[in-house]
């Protein structure tokens, strides 16, 4: 069985500041990991995912997570915050055989002027 | 390359009615999931289609019910429609080979369902 937690349901930050989303995983085996992004009304985006290969995954938009097996977290990460870059962002796990994702709560980001 | 498209966008139903919703995968993909995404919440795992076959079910009854077609699109069906079951509902395509899910997952833009 797998779960995902995401700490803090709201983050708030200014534009050009540095975007931190927490997420923590708990697998019974090495899962893959992924963060997608929410705009309202609309589905879902893959914004990155970590597969087993390089821990530092790089995505679209500037944004990168890096993958820390021993505090079983998958943070996402971007040095500097867009107005743009305001939505909801959930954390997802898969098993490497199914991709059946679990998904996180999710988080949303807020980015003032 | 065509995305994944999803019908209708938005949908009105009554409790107790029945619903079916579509989704026409990327070309290319031989395998959909069905996910429930609740006002505030993260998508959850209904089921998932591969080759006409279902491939898993998370902690949905039975009166979710799906089909995968020969080209892959896909149907959900929802019985005994309750209020609960208001949710946007996404449709996510993939391509698997072998034991492995060898691509990411493509969501479609979604189906709004509201019970009444």
């Known amino acids: 069985a797998q779960s995902v937690t995401q700490l803090g349901s709201h983050v708030s930050v200014s534009e050009g500041a540095l975007v931190l989303l927490r997420c923590n995983y708990s697998?019974?085996?090495?899962?893959?990991l992924f963060w997608y992004v929410q705009y309202p009304n609309q589905g879902l985006q893959l914004l990155l995912k970590?597969?087993?290969?390089?821990?530092l995954v790089k995505g679209i938009n500037g944004f990168e997570a890096e993958f820390k097996k021993s505090e079983t977290s998958f943070h996402l990460t971007k040095p500097s915050a867009h107005m743009s870059d305001a939505a909801e962002y959930f954390c997802a796990a898969a098993l490497p055989s199914n991709y059946k994702l679990t998904f996180g709560k999710g988080t949303l980001l807020t980015v003032n002027p | 390359e065509t995305g994944v498209t999803q019908s209708p966008t938005h949908l009105i139903k009554t409790r107790g009615q029945q619903v079916t919703l579509r989704c026409s995968s990327q070309?290319?993909?031989?395998?959909v999931s069905w996910y429930q995404q609740a006002l505030g919440q993260g998508p959850q795992f209904i089921f998932q289609y591969y080759r006409e076959e279902e491939n898993g079910r998370g902690n949905f009854p039975p009166r979710f019910s799906g089909l995968q077609f020969p080209n892959y699109s896909s149907e959900l069906n929802v019985n005994a429609l309750e209020l609960d079951d208001s949710a946007l509902y996404l449709c996510?395509?993939?391509?698997?080979?072998?034991?492995?899910?060898?691509?990411?997952?493509?969501f479609g833009q979604g189906t709004r369902l509201t019970v009444v």
């Open positions: 970590y597969t087993s290969a390089a821990t």
């Open positions: 697998s019974s085996v090495p899962p893959y």
């Open positions: 070309s290319g993909h031989n395998t």
């Open positions: 996510a395509s993939s391509l698997a080979g072998g034991a492995r899910m060898n691509t990411e997952a493509f």
